[in-house]
């Protein structure tokens, strides 16, 4: 494989076509836009799907149905579209089909601006739709790593029936770095045994969100929690930097953890023993490997660029064993590391 | 009165130009490199047209802005939408049909030109309800 300059959108869109990308819907947001342009330029020329729909809810039904007949398929939005999707999302959470988003998050609430943030963090962890699920979602931190959990996502929401999100600012989407691309590869289509294909010669499949009967909705409920319980014991991944020795964390994902190491490693150059913590997938939350560090370090820094969302599920984790304190870039302004400085500076007193 | 900006591409901020409802069939656009595949992304929406048929209609037009006397017809039909609205009379449209030299890739008098030689044969200027009770309320 050969490292090559990629901006993020055109990283995960080609990683999404290496990794068997069958058919893709979506409607044009920036900063997401070169996601659907560079599919709109490559899926016709290699005999795949490619449809701009009239709509992001229009898009998602459509990703809906092409998974339901066990298409490898994707959409890919930025936070107002995402909010658009979600009666689909809680649809297809239902239905148990695999369906890979990604969200190039953007300022918000409400059309917000087209710069990076992280705001979206509660919709997409805590479940985004009506009733109870979450989708697994993975928070990439660098172009490389967009690529790769792209090409890993589409494994997981076959693996579990289940959608996948790869949540990334607009720095990412939209910033060059060089990245070595994963291989191309064949998929499996061998049928699995939920798929509608045609049911000619075999008993007809159904795949439904609607139980009319309570007891048979609680089933699909204790089905779905169940899984629930099996991604968060096998799917939690974190990175960890500098917390050997340390007496101090800083808690960050996405492009609020590369400003929070710079930070970090001056805070290190000026006698500060502090470490940094980068949850990657974001559902499955790492509650139990923060509890562990909340043990061990004498206080937490929550760097994220939104009012403090994560903020909650370290609490959760941390349980009030040790002092929280959090730094938050709000509208699309990214913190400096000279922001963040200051900070641990701070908590270190 | 319904203000919509139904684009002929979407103009993003970053000067990328998309499929929109009025994007005509075969046209090239960042989104739709080949040109509008109208079997995968359907046919331009005729606004107008589809909603003159909804009750409640009053005053449904299209109009357009390629030159000063089409200009100033536009200026009265939003005049006219305005005034049905303050005697609540039903509900308004006003459809214009705009240029945007900047993302079509074009000069100004060019996007005019287009305007006028492809867009108005495919969205027919003129009155598509006017409603007896709105008539009083137009001036000619």
Known sequence: MTRELWKGNEAIAESALRAGLEAYFGYPITPQTELLEYLARKMPEMKRVFIQAESEVAAINMVYGAAAGGARVMSSSSSPGVSLMQEGLSYIAASEVPVVLVDIMRGGPGLGNIAPTQADYFQLTKGGGHGDYHPIVLAPATVQEAADLTYEAFDLAEKYRCIVIVAADGNIGQMMEPAELPAPRQIDKRDRGWELTGAVGRERRIITSLYMQPEDLEQVNVRLQGKQKQIEQNEVRYQEYLLDDAEYAVIAFGTAARVALTAVKWARAKGIRVGLFRPISLFPFPYARVAELSKKVRALLVVEMNAGQMLEDVRLAARDALPISFFGKMGGTVPFPDDVLPEIEKMVG | ?140
């Not at chain 2, 075969?26 to 079997?39: A, F, K, L, Q, Y």
């Not at chain 2, 929406?45 to 005053?59: I, N, T, V």
């Not at chain 2, 008098?109 to 305007?115: D, T, Y």
């Open chain 2, 1 to 140: 009165m319904l203000a919509k900006n139904m684009q002929v591409v979407y103009k993003m901020p970053d000067a990328l130009t998309d499929v929109a409802p009025t994007t005509l069939p075969g046209m090239t656009t960042t989104s739709s490199p080949r040109g509008r595949d109208v079997e995968l992304q359907g046919f331009p929406l005729h606004m107008a047209e589809m909603l003159a048929q909804m009750p409640g209609a009053s005053y449904i037009v299209r109009r357009s802005v390629h030159d000063p006397g089409h200009i100033n017809q536009t200026r009265k039909a939003i005049k006219a939408a305005l005034k049905v609205q303050l005697n609540q009379a039903g509900f308004s449209l006003v459809e214009i049909l705009s240029n945007c030299p900047t993302n079509w890739g074009m000069s100004a008098m060019e996007s005019m030109n287009f305007l006028k030689e492809q867009m108005v044969p495919f969205y027919p200027l003129g009155d598509y309800r006017i409603a007896d009770a709105v008539k009083s309320l137009i001036v000619k």
